[in-house]
């Protein structure tokens, strides 16, 4: 009688332990106070010199002062690029009273269709604010590379990635395509305080 | 129960040991460097970097680009003479599209970190139903076989 309460206790003693670890997970995570990746030590994003939606001849080195949100893409794309500008135009509109810190500027990879107007009309769209460059494709091929920007398919297939360069025009932080808009808000308000 | 508590503990701990010290090893940052003369070699299709690395859940990818050119390796993009960290926060198998391999693409492979607790978890996931079958073949097979070895009565 006294073995089958004892083996009892202990089973229950076992299933007790096994339920605790089931329910306690003990992997630790790491804390990062940015959500984009972060580069370290910040360097001076690659300037050029391009033409703008306005079809004037523009230099990114012109819009320091301002955070600038930079993202390639290609005017007559219908899902990746359309999505990404409206998610930085969410990102500026998030910052509330900070909004004119923030820049959004878009290269196009689609030298070929992408004439200045039809740049102007895309980024419009999404934020008249915005600031778009194109140029032909010996201007623009220099710039894809300083960005590591793979360009194919005539501009239809690109790397996807959002950069943020500070105001003194250094690359900060990157962002995979579909961030969260808030996340990005949050790392541009950090980087407006100091960290 | 405790039989089988001892079984199961025997095979897991057999299992962990040949696995070696790489899945149980703390979260930590682990350097991946893109030497200096990387797009050169790329371009020639040789390999610079070697593939197939393992990750531990937590463990953060910090990419070192010591090479004259910017370089990207999945959501990363890193100028030259700069870095970029990645977070491995999910047990998964990845192969990112990279910039510093001739195949343009990088396999990692991310685990779930074997901590102690995990080591346990399993001894005990794995015993306690060995222990209660093991428990039930002592009640049921036992006494069958105790009744077998009963003397026929005398008439």
């Known amino acids: 009688m006294i073995k ?26 790491n804390e990062h106070n940015f959500n984009g990746s972060i580069i370290e030590p910040p360097v001076p994003a690659a300037d050029f010199t391009l033409t703008n939606q306005d079809g004037q001849s523009a230099s ?4 320091r002062g301002k955070y600038l949100l930079i993202f390639f893409g290609f005017t007559s794309c219908l899902d990746e690029c359309p999505a990404t500008m409206a998610i930085l135009s969410q990102v500026r509109n998030g910052l509330d009273e900070n909004v004119d810190q923030a820049q959004i500027v878009f290269i196009s990879t689609d030298p070929a269709r992408d004439s200045p107007s039809a740049v102007k009309t895309f980024i419009d769209r999404f934020d008249p604010t915005s600031i778009g460059f194109t140029g032909s494709l010996s201007d623009l091929q220099p710039v894809w590379k300083d960005y590591g920007v793979m360009v194919m398919d005539s501009g239809e297939t690109h790397s996807i990635r959002v950069y943020l360069v500070d105001p003194e025009g250094n690359w900060r932080l990157t962002y995979a395509p ?3 808009p808030q996340e990005i808000v949050d790392d541009i308000e950090l980087l407006i305080k100091g960290y | 129960m405790l039989v089988g508590l001892l079984i199961a503990g025997i095979v897991s701990e057999g299992a962990f040991q040949s696995m070696g010290n790489t899945i149980s090893r703390p979260p930590q940052i682990v350097e991946l460097v893109i030497p200096a003369g990387t797009s050169e070699k790329v371009s ?15 463990d953060t990818l910090e990419l070192i680009n010591q090479d004259s050119i910017a370089h990207t390796f999945g959501p990363l993009f890193v100028p030259p003479g700069s870095s970029a960290r990645l977070s491995l926060d999910t047990p ?18 991310v685990r779930e970190a074997l901590s102690p607790g995990t080591r346990i978890k399993g001894i005990l996931l794995a015993g306690i139903p060995m222990g209660l079958l093991l428990s039930v ?14 003397p026929p009565t005398p008439k």
């Open chain 1, 4 to 29: 089958k309460i004892v083996l009892i206790a202990l089973s229950c003693i076992v299933l007790l332990i096994a339920a605790i670890f089931l329910l306690f997970n003990p992997t630790k995570r």
């Open chain 1, 60 to 63: 990114l080195s012109e819009l």
């Open chain 1, 178 to 180: 579909a961030s969260n």
């Open chain 2, 44 to 58: 020639n299709g040789q390999s610079v970097v070697a593939d197939g690395m393992i990750f531990m859940v937590g």
């Open chain 2, 92 to 109: 998964e198998s990845l192969a990112f599209s990279c910039s510093f391999e001739p195949s343009q693409y990088f396999g990692l492979d």
């Open chain 2, 137 to 150: 073949y002592s009640v049921i097979a036992w006494p069958f076989k105790e009744q077998k070895k009963i």
